[in-house]
């Protein structure tokens, strides 16, 4: 469920000729500062407008804004658990609010969404299945009672694409309740709704919203490098002024492999008091210092994080790190510490903080060459890292399969990213296959995944569905989830190709 939080942050508003769903003065500051994440000031301000439109519909809507960006941000459970009783009592006045408005469902509708995301980042998925239900109801029913209403569309084109997100081995709760989507519809609906606001000076106002959904959505449902580069092209030319778009287009810029791009972004970030703590931000920052090797600035902000932090996630990844730099230079007396504190500290539910988890308990030796060339390949500095490699005699080598394999691995993924021909890379990754390999590595299915992708590019469609396919015959390993999310989304992409040509 690797970076799930923020996913579906900041959903639409729109003015209202209706007094009871009334987008005044008040609403707009309010809203202003959620999204910069000064809830305080929210507060106040909605206090304010409680006294001079108390039935205000908005009222209820930013005050749930509020709670979820709480919970997703800060992953303080004792919060979740404390308020998670706000969600009725504000369903309950909603419904007591005159119903003549297009936007009495479709506030229900992302009430119930916002929750609905908030049981998923607590593993919750049987309430979560439940409440994405109740939503695509409301919002059915309010498309055909208001058809014209473009927001409706909007909310149901999120939905479409995150019902991916729920894992396979709950899927059939969503059958049991009838709920489906497909992905690439919902993006289409987005990006739809991302033109009209680029058009049309009334709905300016939600551009950045938009973007941030798709950004996320992009990041985290496909793998298409073009849009993620219009989106953080977009990002960049439009909304630099909060710290949620900021983090939103550092992990673009980190996804395209532009690490110093990153580490510009990050730097812009702000600091102020009555601002609600964004500590991934921290980690963020620590892990492209990491990858630039600046040892001693990841350190101090991976300690910041792991400090300041409340919430569970990337608690493992960021000791790892710290453990990792340790041995990088030479701190011996810190290395058990770190060790230690993987095991000890944080949860292993996403994937960098299960691979971090397993390579601890695997305890098995570290190659410093290869963990070099990893960092620089992870970080983006691709000619580095191949010049790295080129470096090292595999004859020295062979008296431990890992380090063979991973040389194998890291050499291709860095001659895929430097654009070399298609079969000098495949040859790389079939000599990653040709290793036995008895642990639970993620480098022969994710060497699988990338013959396909090869062969897909050079449009051999039998073989990339062959490679696709020999993705599901490894169980086990570190970014399986991901691994297979992507192979599956490939191979549904690929039949529907297919299909239409024939």
Partial sequence: MKNFFLITLLFFYSNSIFSNYDMNANIELAYSKIINLNFDDAIDILENEKIQNPNNAFIILNENYIDFLKIIIGEDKLYYENN???????????????????????????IQLQWAFTRIKFKQ??????????????????EELYPDFFL??????????????????YSWILNIIGLEGNVNNGFDDLYQLL?????????????????????FLEMNMRNNEEYQIN???????????????????ARL?????????????????????????????DYLYAMSKFYQQDYVTAQEYFLRYTSNFNGTNYIKSANHKLFLISLLTDSSDNVSKYRNLVLEKGDALIDEDMQAMRDIQNNKKINIELLNSRILFDGGYYQKAYSSLEK???????????FLIEYYYRKARVSQKLKKPKEIVISLFLQVLKQQDNSNLYYHPMSTLQIAFEYEKGGNIE????????????ENYNYENGIKKSAQSALNRLVINTSVQE
């Fill in 463 to 474: 073989e990339a569905i062959n490679y696709f396919n020999k993705v599901f015959n490894y």
């Fill in 152 to 169: 409706n569309k909007k909310n149901l084109g999120i939905l479409k694409i995150l019902i991916g997100s729920i894992p396979d081995e």
């Fill in 84 to 110: 998670r009783i706000n969600k009725n009592a504000r369903l309950n006045n909603l419904k007591k609010i005159s119903d003549e408005s297009p936007y009495q469902l479709l506030i229900q509708a992302e």
């Fill in 392 to 402: 090292l005699d595999t004859d020295n080598l062979n008296d431990n399969s890992d």
């Fill in 125 to 142: 998925y049987f309430l979560a299945a439940y409440e994405l239900q109740k939503a695509y109801t409301l919002l059915k029913k309010n």
């Fill in 231 to 249: 989106l953080l092209n977009e990002i960049e030319n439009c909304c630099y002024n909060n710290n949620l778009m900021l983090f939103c287009a």
């Fill in 195 to 215: 033109n009209i606001c680029k058009n049309n000076e009334s709905y300016n106002i939600y551009k950045s919203e938009i973007l941030f959904y798709l950004s």
């Fill in 253 to 281: 810029s980190s996804r395209l492999g532009d690490n110093e791009q990153t580490i510009k972004i990050l730097e812009k970030r702000t600091f102020n008091k009555s601002q609600f703590d964004f500590h991934y931000l």
